[in-house]
């Protein structure tokens, strides 16, 4: 593999797994004119499609993290260190865990190793947030399986079942959590995940629907100071409950922006994160659900409200200029089109929503999450794989009957 060649007196940045969010930090960087390479092992993904930056097919590190990180550090120079984002759960652990291998070539928008595993271990994460009482769902980890039975007799339903590492969960049954809407349920849950080898937590779920939840963008410097805060609100998502937002719109709440500059602040993390909440239908409280230490699907909402996080981080990194700090705009919506279509219907169908009440929903200044004029093919690219993974889903339906 041949080094990153020297096309421009600015330090390269390295965008690593392609999908959404991976699409939306390769062109907020490119419309800044940072020198860009894409990498990704998925060969579907949208943003290996853009025509913003070079891309490079690498290995795929859930096969072997060691030939991916022999990857990476052969694209390496150390007289020209590049910055790497990584926008995906595999690509943050796997780059946390050979983070001193890969330091000689590389800086990061992520925090310390110690710091990303109290993160994405999600067993750890809410244990620490029970010393330090900080709000949060009600959570219970069970010891064994007499404990398990008195939690399932104790715990408010519906609950839900959730791994301590989320990534390869998601691969394996397609979903984030597992809901149980009743003991039965739970137990069967529990005992499902626990057969496949994971460590799971058992939480009670805050009050409240799907435009209930709040999220801060931000980038936090080495002395653990913002130098940007973007906060917005989920209006729908995909899957109800426990999915991704679909449509979005920006919102500054500054309770949340201070609640997660002073968390990440107090355990020592600096680089760029989403920090989620959920407030409190009840008691109006917002709770903190978790953290997630890389940018998020909703990274471009928050560069066409003012605030291109990816750059100030990649200015503040490289230190070439000073950041540009700007306020957000507010009411501005970023829409992704395939999941908010799925996520309007089903509430159709269930007359939570009407045809008038959608179209008034997307209306006003937005952003659309894949589709753009100046770079129209991934959004081609992302009709085909649901065409094709329809296409696929219903053969497998039809042969199975046979």
């Given at each position: ?11 390269p ?11 939306g930090?390769?062109?907020s960087?490119?419309e ?12 579907r ?16 590190p ?16 150390e ?14 652990v ?6 001193m291998?890969l ?16 993160l ?46 989320s ?6 049954f ?17 005992v ?9 937590l ?19 410097n ?8 973007f ?19 920006s ?23 989403d920090?989620?909440?959920?407030k ?9 659900i978790?953290?997630?230490?890389r ?13 291109n996080?990816?750059?100030?981080a ?44 959608w ?7 937005k952003i659309f ?34």
């Open positions: 593999m041949e080094k990153i060649k020297e096309v421009s007196s600015k330090p940045a390295i965008v690593i797994e392609l999908g959404l969010n991976g699409l930090v390769l062109r960087l490119s800044q004119k940072v020198p860009v390479i894409g990498v990704t092992w998925d060969k993904a949208v943003g290996l499609y853009s025509r913003f930056g070079r891309k490079l097919i690498s290995p795929n859930l096969v072997s993290e060691e030939v991916f990180i022999n990857f990476l550090l052969s694209l390496g120079l007289d020209k260190r590049a910055v790497l984002f990584p926008t995906g759960d595999i690509s943050v796997v780059l946390s865990k050979h983070q291998r330091e000689k070539y590389f800086d990061f928008v992520i925090g310390k190793p110690k710091v990303i595993e109290q994405v271990n999600k067993a750890d994460f809410y244990k620490s947030l029970a010393k330090s009482s900080v709000p949060h769902p009600k959570t219970y980890f069970p010891r064994d399986d007499q404990d398990l039975k008195k939690i399932s007799e104790e715990i408010d339903y519906p609950c839900i079942i959730k791994p301590s590492h990534a390869s969960f998601v691969e394996e397609g979903v984030k959590v597992f809901e149980a809407y009743s003991q039965e349920e739970l137990l069967d849950g529990y499902k995940a626990r057969r496949k080898g994971y460590e799971v058992l939480q009670e779920i805050v009050p409240g629907g799907d435009d209930m939840m709040y999220l801060a963008h931000l980038y936090m080495k002395n653990f100071k913002p130098l940007a805060t906060t917005f609100k989920r209006i729908r998502q995909w899957p109800h409950r426990f999915g991704n937002g679909a449509l979005c719109e919102i500054w709440v500054p309770e949340i922006s201070e609640f997660a500059t002073s968390f990440l602040s107090a355990i020592g993390y600096n680089g760029i994160a920090v989620e909440f959920k409190d239908a009840a008691s109006g409280e917002f709770k903190l978790e953290v997630n230490p940018t998020g699907w909703q990274n471009r909402l928050s560069t066409k409200c003012g605030l996080v990816p750059y100030i990649y200015i503040d990194i490289t230190g070439k200029d000073n950041p540009p700090i700007n306020s957000q705009e507010d009411r501005v919506k970023w829409i992704y089109l395939i999941n908010d279509f799925k996520s309007a219907y089903k509430l159709l169908c269930e007359k939570k929503l009407t045809w008038r009440g179209l008034h929903s997307i209306r006003g200044k999450a894949v589709l753009a004029l100046d770079d129209p093919l991934p959004f081609f690219v992302s009709i085909y794989n649901l065409t094709t993974t329809l296409f696929t889903r219903v053969c497998n339906k039809v042969f199975n009957r046979f």
